[in-house]
C-alpha cells in the first residue's frame, strides 16, 4: 500500500516539474533555475556569496567602489574553541573599474558550473570577472576579460 502511494506521488512531481516552465520538458537544467543573482554590489562580506570546493573556500563580493573581495577559509582551519577561521582576505582592484557603483552590475552564482560570475560596466568598459575554485587543488580562480586593457592589482 506504502509502496503503491510513493509510487503515486514521485510520478506526479515528476509530470508538474515537466510540464513547469522553464523545466525539463523545455530542455533547461533545474540546477540554472537555482542561481542566485544580484544587481548591485554588496556593503561588505555580510553581502558575499559562498563558493568552495570541500578543502577551500571562499566568500566572494563586490563593494560599492569596485573592489572583488574573497575572504577565504580552509576546512581544516579550527582555534582552540572550535571556531572555524578565514585565513586570509584578498581584494582585487581593477582600474578603471567596471564593477563600481553607478554601473551596471550584475553577480551570479552559477551552481552547476561551481563558479561566480560578475559582469559590469558598459561598452568599451565591459568587463567580466569569474571566480571559481578548482575540483581537484586548493587554487582559488580569478578571471578578469574585458573590451580594452585595465590594470589589476591584488
Not at 29 to 46: E, F, G, H, I, K
Not at 68 to 91: F, H, M, P, Q, Y
Amino acid at each position: 500500500m506504502n509502496i503503491k502511494i510513493s509510487t503515486i506521488l514521485v510520478a506526479h512531481a515528476l509530470l508538474v516539474f515537466a510540464a513547469a516552465p522553464g523545466g525539463a520538458a523545455e530542455g533547461a537544467d533545474p540546477t540554472d533555475r537555482c542561481n542566485v543573482v544580484w544587481d548591485s554590489p554588496s556593503a561588505n562580506s555580510l553581502g558575499s556569496m559562498p563558493i568552495g570546493n570541500g578543502d577551500i573556500g571562499a566568500n566572494v563580493w563586490v563593494e560599492g567602489n569596485g573592489d572583488l573581495l574573497l575572504l577565504v577559509s580552509k576546512t581544516d582551519a579550527w582555534d582552540e574553541v572550535c571556531n572555524l577561521l578565514k585565513i586570509g582576505r584578498i581584494r582585487i582592484t581593477l582600474s578603471p573599474s567596471p564593477f563600481a557603483t553607478g554601473q551596471p552590475f550584475r553577480q551570479e552564482l552559477k551552481l552547476r558550473e561551481g563558479m561566480i560570475e560578475i559582469t559590469g560596466g558598459s561598452g568599451a568598459t565591459a568587463a567580466v570577472a569569474r571566480v571559481w575554485i578548482d575540483a581537484n587543488r586548493p587554487v582559488i580562480r580569478v578571471e578578469c576579460e574585458g573590451k580594452q586593457p585595465f590594470d589589476v592589482s591584488a
